[in-house]
């Protein structure tokens, strides 16, 4: 007589493997509804992942919204009335000129913050030029202390930072830029953290932030910062990475990943191009 469990244990693993993936998805669920600051990273022309972002918004309803891509002039501007209208908002914002993928891509997230406060940390070029004449702690000013900034990184950690500073830029910068660099992303990192605190103290939680995926790892990105200078504050963290091309660098609390992007070759503007043939 055949054995009723050789053909229940396949559907017993099936349950098993069914009830794992529940409770994950309830663990990550409760995550993000117990941290008091919630940053959802993305690749930033990666339509899918603001899709997620814009999803994620919609659930938490944050009462507070941080985005890397607004200076806080910009975000002072915006209020409930212009959220209703994508072409308009994007005129505001001046989006065209910023530099940033098609505002087509933020809007549902704008959409989806509601009524929420909206908070701009994108640090100013002036700033970021003076890094190369001027240590960190005198460039970000009086808090610099609370993320960091008056202390020079470890060796190993400064030496992976310039390391994927020169990936990023396609092994193209010159050495002696590579500091300055590492300089910048420290200084957005510990202005997106301080942004996401102020929004927090002044609005209560949830506070949301907007940014990318290399600003929102915990190891050393801005939820880094946030709970060395405020460690009493629960804070979660999403990368996003995109199919067959692996998770984002560093770490995070929760990964996702969507549908890779096609695009063209980043590294081909640096390449030299061939003599002309004689």
């Not at 809007?107 to 009524?115: C, D, H, K, L, T």
């Not at 932030?209 to 405020?230: E, F, Q, S």
């Amino acid at each position: 007589m055949m054995r009723p469990v050789q053909l229940c244990a396949p559907l017993l693993s099936l349950t098993l493997a069914a009830s794992a993936a529940f409770a994950q998805e309830d663990d990550d669920a409760r995550r993000l509804e117990e941290a008091q600051l919630v940053f959802l990273g993305e690749v930033h022309d990666n339509p899918a992942h603001h899709a997620r972002q814009a999803e994620l918004v919609a659930e938490i309803k944050p009462v507070a919204l941080v985005f890397e891509m607004l200076t806080n002039e910009q975000a002072a501007q915006i209020h409930p009335e212009h959220l209703d209208d994508q072409e308009a908002l994007a005129e505001l914002l001046d989006w065209e000129a910023s530099g940033w993928p098609d505002f087509s891509m933020y809007y549902p997230i704008f959409q989806a913050a509601g009524e929420a406060a909206i908070f701009g940390a994108a640090m100013p070029r002036e700033e970021a030029r003076r890094v190369r004449d001027e240590p960190l702690d005198k460039v970000f000013g009086p808090s610099s202390g609370f993320y960091g900034l008056d202390e020079a990184l470890p060796a190993e950690e400064q030496a992976e930072r310039e390391a994927l500073q020169m990936a990023a830029h396609c092994d193209a910068l010159p050495a002696e830029m590579l500091p300055v660099m590492v300089g910048i992303q420290r200084l957005r990192d510990a202005r997106l953290a301080e942004t996401a605190l102020e929004a927090l103290s002044m609005h209560g939680a949830p506070v949301v932030v907007i940014t990318g995926n290399g600003h929102a790892r915990t190891d050393w990105g801005a939820p880094a910062l946030v709970r060395m200078a405020a460690p009493e504050v629960p804070v979660a963290a999403l990368g996003q990475g995109e199919t067959g091309r692996g998770a984002p660098d560093g770490r995070f609390d929760l990964l996702e990943e969507a549908e890779a992007v096609e695009r063209d070759d980043p590294c081909a503007a640096f390449e030299s191009p061939e003599p002309p043939a004689n």
